[in-house]
């Protein structure tokens, strides 16, 4: 079963409209992070925002907001008032805790969304 | 400038023959680790690393290897390259491995490496 789930594979939306990006996530663990990075496609990878487990309040940076719903397993990225640089490749990730083998995990993606703004 | 330098950025080699994709962090970082990007798969884990000469597996570390000398310094080595190892690969460190509160992992420009 996938980790990460993004169920749009690509997205159309007119500039200054308002974007949901949905991501919805499985762990059995208490303990996790959820990141969302963008990429261009210039090829990098850019952190946008990040929510933790414990966090009671919705992450936001900026024109990003997570909207975090712990008991539905869903953090979907939203994006206020888009603009044409806006578009790119956006993935949602997570980082859980110690492997049962001990040591640390690194992210685990999904398959990415992408974003194209109209003008 | 705080940033995580990988080289080449990009690289056509052929079957066989061994090649090293460098990656740098100046942050003091603890954690670094290697991803491959491939369409319609995403990001995978190949190796990380928690510490100076501790590394380990990710999800698909068949045939790349890595070393931790260093601190700052996280190689990627391909002995035998094959074509499926054509892909997009990034670098990228945080500075602890554990998850803790905005623990970011911080990406390279990445290497677009062909193998033919």
């Known amino acids: 079963a996938q980790k990460i789930t993004q169920t749009q594979p690509g997205m159309f939306v007119q500039e200054k409209e308002a974007v949901t990006l949905d991501c919805t996530y499985d762990t059995s663990d208490q303990s996790y992070g959820l990141f969302w990075y963008k990429q261009p496609s210039s090829g990098e990878m850019i952190f946008l925002i990040y929510?933790?487990?414990?966090?009671?309040q919705n992450a936001t940076e900026g024109r990003y907001s997570l909207n975090f719903q712990k008991a539905r397993k869903s953090a979907n990225l939203v994006i206020s008032a888009s603009q044409l640089g806006d578009s790119a490749m956006y993935f949602c990730a997570m980082r859980e805790g110690a492997r049962s083998g001990g040591g640390a995990d690194g992210l685990t993606f999904g398959k990415g969304t992408h974003l194209i703004i109209q003008p | 400038e705080a940033q995580v330098t990988q080289n080449p950025r990009y690289l056509i080699t052929v079957t066989g023959k061994k090649l090293t994709v460098t990656c740098s962090q100046n942050?003091?970082?603890?954690?670094m680790s290697w991803y491959r990007q491939d369409p319609g798969l995403g990001l995978r884990q190949i190796y990380y690393s928690m510490n100076v000469e501790v590394t380990d597996k990710g999800d698909v570390p068949e045939g790349y290897k890595v070393s931790r000398k260093e601190k700052r310094n996280f190689p990627l080595i391909l002995e035998s390259p094959s074509p499926n190892q054509t892909s997009l690969y990034f670098c990228?460190?945080?500075?602890?491995?554990?998850?803790?509160?905005?623990?970011?992992?911080?990406f390279g420009a990445g290497t677009r490496l062909s193998v033919l």
């Open positions: 942050m003091n970082h603890e954690y």
């Open positions: 990228a460190s945080s500075l602890y491995p554990q998850v803790l509160a905005k623990n970011i992992q911080y």
């Open positions: 929510q933790g487990s414990y966090d009671e």
